[in-house]
């Protein structure tokens, strides 16, 4: 790769993985909390639907290693951004409220620290 070529930006998830280590070792838990809320919420993005299996006989089940797998769901670049987003608006709506019940708290803040750290990663 050359000077001119632009770099290749590392898809999101990634940059949030990459993250969380560092993080850890900056003793940032606000960062800590909201990038292992917000990697969990992805996996549970992911998780496969199970609203289709259907309860039966046992002789009539798959029978063998495997063949109860199925694989999970595949997300798009987007989609995982929506799923930040939700994260960062829901983390926002919370510290409002926090501050309209309580006139201000540490816990608005923290929130408001959560949705930042998660925000720098978007814009990355």
Request: hydrophobic share 45%.
């Amino acid at each position: 790769m050359t000077a001119d070529q632009p770099t290749a930006t590392p898809p999101l998830r990634d940059r949030l993985r990459a993250a969380l280590p560092l993080a850890m070792k900056a003793r940032d838990r606000e960062a800590v909390s909201a990038l292992r809320s917000t990697l969990g919420a992805i996996d549970n993005a992911e998780a496969v639907d199970a609203s289709d299996v259907h309860a039966g006989a046992i002789e009539t089940s798959a029978v063998g290693l495997g063949t109860a797998e199925r694989a999970r769901r595949h997300l798009t670049e987007s989609d995982i951004e929506a799923i930040v987003r939700a994260e960062i608006d829901d983390r926002l709506t919370a510290a409002k409220e926090y501050d309209t019940l309580t006139g201000g708290s540490d816990r608005a803040a923290t929130l408001r620290a959560e949705a930042a750290a998660l925000t720098t990663h978007l814009c990355a």
